[in-house]
């Protein structure tokens, strides 16, 4: 238990305008979506936030009318350099009310304050300013001869970094001249209605971003509909099969960002506090709702007993609780059915012979929420290494030899990112070699910029997001 007590630090609510009921947002303005409404709640209290509506095939076809009307009579015809300054417009508006967005994403979602506050809307407003800057240059990007615009963009996005993601798809599309049309999670769509409120405050030409709220439904009947020129998803890999599936022999074009099971990997000459520093941004930040979270650590015989004992030590010191407190480390799992999912999982770690532990914290009587949890002594084959808990649990399997932790860390469905801790230059060369995976992280973890690009191999997904190769899936080129 933490050896003294922190008076609350709550952030104010009162920055955030909510409104009662939320509508579609096609073609520059707010409508009512023809299925049934929705309840977004916090999942840290289960207090309803507000009514979303339910988008339709209807109002998802006139969503992609409305992008297709804006792409040929207005987006398509502007130069690189005025689509540019609205992307800018957009990134400052991000940040003037970045307090907003922090306080309404963690509202939403029920991740930490200071995680949306440092992390996820400064992230979100970067990636503007970063495709901003290329929206003229796009000929001189390495993209291929005449770099141009799809069209119209269908876009998927999850829960997990709800503005975030929303960022990634968006800023690219546009800087590349596309139009958009944007499904948000059904639990966290209330960032994505007040990006389309800063849209508007951007002046940005109605129908260029349209955002159609509504669960699996929606989200298929962006899939299917037949004027997207390209899809970009991001979610779960069961989900993105069958994307790929319903696209297949279309003239649809599509990314995918999906699952992950990272390794993270601590060799004995690594510097331990430095390396459990990592372990626990690695699978303990956003509540290991992350896709790239290191949620096996492979720690190196020798070391894992010391590695073990003070990351339980660390652990200890984790403040879980109200999202919107300053304080607070691990906010609330974001909805009943992902707790579920964990608990199912994590049970069955314990009944195949995994060992348990949790820092026995104090949880919350109302809302969703699940302590920090390592298992020891797990096998590759037990499930809660195979399959991706999307929660605050790490899976701690042990090595001896570099050989040994690359054929482990390789030995998952997906690939993602990794992470190497040791002081060896070398070693870190060659094992980022090895590695099948998109991001390798080397004596750090979960690092962002909107300047490096970011992607799976395998199971994980195809197609990078960020950076120069961020821009490419959205452009064609040749003659
Ligand atoms: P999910 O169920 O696949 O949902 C992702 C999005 O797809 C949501 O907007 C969802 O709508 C929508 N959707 C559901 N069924 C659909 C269908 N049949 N057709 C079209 N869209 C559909 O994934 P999730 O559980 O929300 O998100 C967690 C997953 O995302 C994890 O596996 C995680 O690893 C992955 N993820 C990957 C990355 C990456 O960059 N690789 C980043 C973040 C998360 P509703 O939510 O409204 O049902
Ligand atoms: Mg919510």
């Known amino acids: 238990m933490p050896t003294f007590e922190y008076a609350p630090a709550p952030e104010s609510r009162s920055v955030v305008d909510l409104r009662t009921s939320y509508g579609l947002f096609i073609n520059g303005e707010f409508v009512d979506g023809g299925g049934t409404a929705f309840k977004s709640i916090s999942p840290a209290t289960e207090e309803v936030l507000a009514e ?17 009307t804006a792409y040929t009579r207005v987006w398509s015809r502007m ?20 307090r907003e967005f922090a306080v309404l ?16 809307i400064p992230l979100a407003a970067a990636h503007f300013f970063y495709n901003a800057g290329w929206a003229d240059k796009l000929e001189f990007a390495s993209l291929g001869p005449n770099p141009r615009a799809h069209g119209v963009v269908g876009q998927i996005i999850p829960w997990n970094f709800p503005m975030l993601m929303l960022a990634w798809k968006i800023a690219p599309a546009l800087a590349t001249g596309n139009t958009v049309v944007l499904k948000p999670a059904e639990t966290t769509p209330l960032t994505a209605l007040l990006f389309a409120e800063v849209c508007q405050q951007a002046d940005l030409p109605p129908g260029v971003v349209n955002i159609v709220t509504g669960a699996g439904p929606t989200g298929q009947a962006i899939v299917d509909h037949a004027g997207i020129d390209k899809l970009a998803f991001t979610g779960s890999t069961g989900v993105g099969k069958m994307i790929a599936r319903a696209i297949a022999g279309t003239r649809k074009k599509a990314t995918l960002e999906l699952g992950g099971k990272a390794a993270n990997i601590v060799f004995d000459d690594a510097p331990i506090d430095q390396a459990v520093e990592g372990i626990v941004n690695g699978i303990f930040f956003n509540q290991g709702h992350v ?22 030590r660390r652990l200890d010191t984790l403040r879980v609780g109200d999202p919107l407190d300053k304080n607070t480390d691990v906010g609330a799992i974001n909805s009943r059915a992902q707790l579920d999912r964990i608990v199912a999982l994590t049970d069955a770690g314990e009944s195949e012979g995994a060992e348990r532990w949790d820092n026995g914290c104090e949880l919350p009587s109302k809302g969703f929420w699940f302590r920090p949890t390592v298992f020891t002594g797990v096998t590759q084959t037990h499930r809660i ?57 080397a004596n750090t973890f979960n690092k962002f910029d909107p300047t490096s ?10 197609g990078r997001e960020g950076g120069r190769h961020g821009l490419e899936p959205y452009v064609k080129t040749g003659a």
């Open 105 to 120: 994403e963690s509202l939403d979602n029920g991740k930490p304050i200071k995680e949306s506050r440092d992390v996820d």
């Open 385 to 441: 290494a195979q399959e991706e808990i999307f929660g605050p649990v790490l899976s701690v399997l042990t090595f001896r030899t570099p050989q040994e932790a690359v054929a482990k860390a390789n030995n998952t469905p997906y690939g993602l990112s990794a992470g190497i801790w040791t002081e060896k230059g070398s070693r870190i060369l060659w094992m980022a070699d090895q590695l099948k995976a998109g991001v390798v992280w």
């Open 79 to 98: 130069s690189g350099a005025d689509r540019g300054k609205y992307l800018y417009r957009i990134a400052r508006i991000l940040q003037e009310r970045a």
């Open 52 to 68: 979303v509506s339910e988008a339709t095939d209807a109002d998802v076809d006139a969503a992609v009318k409305a992008a297709r």
């Open 453 to 462: 690009p970011f992607g799976g191999y395998k199971e994980s997904g195809y």
């Open 291 to 312: 896709c790239c979270a290191g949620s096996r650590l492979l720690v190196q015989e020798s070391i894992a007993d010391e590695v073990e004992r003070r990351l339980k």
